[in-house]
């Protein structure tokens, strides 16, 4: 009941300010969509790596890092919360850029209000574009809160240092 | 789901349950020739959170089923380990966080999957710091210095 609740005031929210059916379904749309957003950060650098050297990094840690399924328990004395959450990474090499999508589908504990892409929704992309045989320029389509460790993590592929996992339990 | 998200899922199950306190975890019975060195550093990056590092050791047959043979705490900054030479392993290395204000607990594992071969041994290096963590593992010929970097294993069924 309290659930049909939320979800009916939601979707009253989202049909009156116009946002049903607008969720990005491609790593483009989510592009175009997010540096305009509502808590979407656009973070441009250079690195001094190849792009393509890059794109080993992501075909390395992005499927045994982010392709997981987490799940998260909160409780007080008056609520109980159990989300189950599977993280899906996408990586695209080719001679123009490399790209790193990551999208994320609440499995429970979550009610999707709008028609989400069938991994979920994306929650960053990252491309790296060839500026020389060593340097890349990173364009990093992400939240501009949370999720700190991931975006640390993927930084550090970028750049090719203290390479590793995120733990995404943080 | 992939074969390879399926183990995933199973380790991550194993986590929650041992994130529960019900775990059925038990000591690994390190009594074979020691083959595997386990190098461990941790930083939680916060003085008021704890990391604690382990390695869970499976063995694994012919169909890529796993069977538990026992845990390793890696509380030491290294541990020697033997594992049946000659054989296929599944390792997790789980690093376990609690918070101790907020009472937070998280755990997150790292797999890999790798065979032993006969004459050879091998090292892992397991870290987690500030909350990004990665297991290297390599492989040298016996009484030889030079490590050599083991690519990600992945589980084919033979039969």
């Not at chain 2, 986590?15 to 975890?25: I, N, P």
Request: with cysteine; aromatic share 10%; proline share 4%.
């Amino acid at each position: 009941m309290k659930y049909a609740a939320i979800t009916l005031l939601l979707l009253t929210v989202l049909v009156t300010t116009g946002c049903v059916g607008k969720m990005p379904q491609t790593a483009d749309e989510f592009r175009q969509a997010l540096p305009g957003a509502f808590m979407g950060k656009l973070e441009t650098y250079e690195v001094d790596r190849s792009a393509a050297e890059i794109g080993k990094t992501f075909q390395k840690y992005a499927p045994k890092c982010l392709d997981v399924s987490l799940a998260t328990t909160s409780q007080t004395s008056s609520s109980y919360q159990h989300i189950v959450t599977q993280y899906t990474p996408t990586v695209i090499v080719n001679q123009n850029r490399s790209e790193l999508h990551l999208q994320e589908k609440h499995q429970q504990g979550v009610v999707a209000v709008y028609e989400e892409p069938a991994a979920g929704h994306y929650l960053m992309v990252v491309d790296a574009t060839p500026l020389g045989p060593n340097k890349a320029k990173i364009e990093f389509y992400r939240p501009s809160m949370g999720f700190e460790t991931l975006v640390t993590a993927i930084k550090n592929w970028t750049r090719g240092e203290n390479l590793g996992c995120p733990d995404l339990t943080k | 789901m992939s074969f390879n998200r399926c183990v995933r899922f199973f380790a991550l199950a194993l986590l929650l349950v041992t994130a529960s306190g019900c775990s059925g975890l038990h000591p690994y019975r390190n009594t074979l020739d020691k083959n595997l060195t386990v190098r461990t550093k941790t930083d939680s990056g916060s003085i008021l959170t704890s990391v604690k590092a382990r390695v869970d050791i499976y063995t694994v047959d012919e169909s890529c089923n796993l069977a538990y043979r026992g845990s390793v705490a890696l509380q030491q900054p290294q541990v020697e380990i033997g594992l049946p030479a000659g054989g296929a392993n599944y390792l997790n290395f789980v690093f376990s966080s609690s918070s101790f204000l907020a009472g937070a607990r998280g755990a997150t594992g790292f797999d890999r999957y790798f065979t032993t071969r006969p004459g050879y041994e091998y090292v892992a290096e397991a870290s987690y710091v500030d909350g990004i963590y990665n297991v290297i593992l390599k492989e040298r010929k016996a009484g030889s210095k030079r490590l050599r970097e083991l690519d990600d294993g992945e589980c084919t069924p033979k039969r």
